[in-house]
């Protein structure tokens, strides 16, 4: 079985980020990138199922910019097989996405595709949801396991509000990682060099027949107000006064 991985370039998940002066967005220039910490779930996943010999071949793909071969070559050190590039610099939004992951897997045919749940700069958790609709494909979002039976069924364990859901699908199908669902590895250096080597092929939306032209616009960025400093209270009575006439929460 070949594995689709889809990975997104973000601002690294421990740096502060910083609304534009203008307000149209968040600065990005200068600023230390990385993969989506789901889209590092997601490999990892796909690594594990290859090493079982559940898969033969694991292709991952990033949107975007030229600078997302970088995040290519980041699952190619971790153990995926080769990169397909999308390459273009408009801004792409979750159904553009969807759509130029459904050209790729029209082209490359595998039986898995598995995704991050969501990626940590825009919060959409959409793209997974779409992308199983425009294939026709089944879906199992927020996985914490995942159980390949066979070639035509796969067991898969969903995170959901009331605690866990097992779900049992059949291939080929979308999924959707959550953060039980594994540990991400640390590329060693000699897979870093060897990744190096790997293939990346590198395509264009026009290529692929998909136009990604944003559908929504971002009218305002700002910033979330900064809290107050907290008060220390003597006494139950306090604390209820305090939550009453002037936070007026009770």
């Given at each position: 079985?070949?594995?689709?991985?889809?990975?997104?370039?973000?601002?690294?998940?421990?740096?502060?980020?910083?609304?534009?002066?203008?307000?149209?967005?968040?600065?990005?220039?200068?600023?230390?990138?990385?993969?989506?910490?789901?889209?590092?779930?997601?490999?990892?996943?796909?690594?594990?199922?290859?090493?079982?010999?559940?898969?033969?071949?694991?292709?991952?793909?990033?949107?975007?910019?030229?600078?997302?071969?970088?995040?290519?070559r980041t699952a190619l050190a971790m153990g995926a097989d080769?990169?397909?590039?999308?390459?273009?610099?408009?801004?792409?939004?979750?159904?553009?996405?969807?759509?130029?992951?459904?050209?790729?897997?029209?082209?490359?045919?595998?039986?898995?595709v598995i995704l991050g749940k969501q990626a940590i700069d825009?919060?959409?958790?959409?793209?997974?949801?779409?992308?199983?609709?425009?294939?026709?494909?089944?879906?199992?979002?927020?996985?914490?396991?995942?159980?390949?039976?066979?070639?035509?069924?796969?067991?898969?364990?969903?995170?959901?509000?009331?605690?866990?859901?097992?779900?049992?699908?059949?291939?080929?199908?979308?999924?959707?990682?959550d953060l039980r669902l594994n540990e991400p590895r640390y590329?060693?250096?000699?897979?870093?060099?060897?990744?190096?080597?790997?293939?990346?092929?590198?395509?264009?939306?026009?290529?692929?027949?998909?136009?990604?032209?944003?559908?929504?616009?971002?009218?305002?960025?700002?910033?979330?107000?900064?809290?107050?400093?907290?008060?220390?209270?003597?006494?139950?009575?306090?604390?209820?006064?305090?939550?009453?006439?002037?936070?007026?929460?009770?």
């Open positions: 079985m070949k594995v689709l991985v889809a990975v997104k370039r973000v601002i690294d998940a421990n740096v502060k980020v910083r609304v534009k002066a203008d307000g149209t967005g968040v600065e990005t220039q200068n600023v230390k990138m990385s993969m989506n910490p789901f889209c590092e779930i997601a490999t990892e996943e796909a690594v594990r199922l290859k090493e079982a010999g559940k898969v033969t071949e694991i292709v991952a793909v990033s949107l975007g910019n030229a600078q997302c071969a970088e995040t290519i080769r990169g397909v590039h999308v390459q273009t610099d408009v801004e792409l939004q979750p159904l553009a996405v969807a759509k130029l992951l459904k050209a790729v897997v029209d082209k490359e045919q595998p039986g898995l825009d919060d959409a958790n959409q793209t997974g949801q779409m992308l199983s609709a425009l294939l026709g494909w089944p879906q199992a979002t927020f996985a914490s396991k995942l159980v390949l039976n066979d070639n035509s069924t796969a067991t898969v364990t969903r995170e959901v509000d009331g605690g866990l859901e097992t779900v049992e699908v059949k291939t080929p199908f979308v999924m959707t990682t590329a060693s250096l000699p897979n870093i060099m060897k990744a190096k080597k790997k293939p990346i092929d590198a395509l264009t939306p026009e290529q692929l027949g998909v136009d990604p032209s944003p559908r929504l616009k971002t009218l305002k960025v700002t910033e979330p107000p900064k809290r107050s400093a907290g008060i220390k209270v003597k006494s139950v009575a306090e604390l209820v006064d305090k939550l009453k006439n002037e936070a007026k929460v009770i």
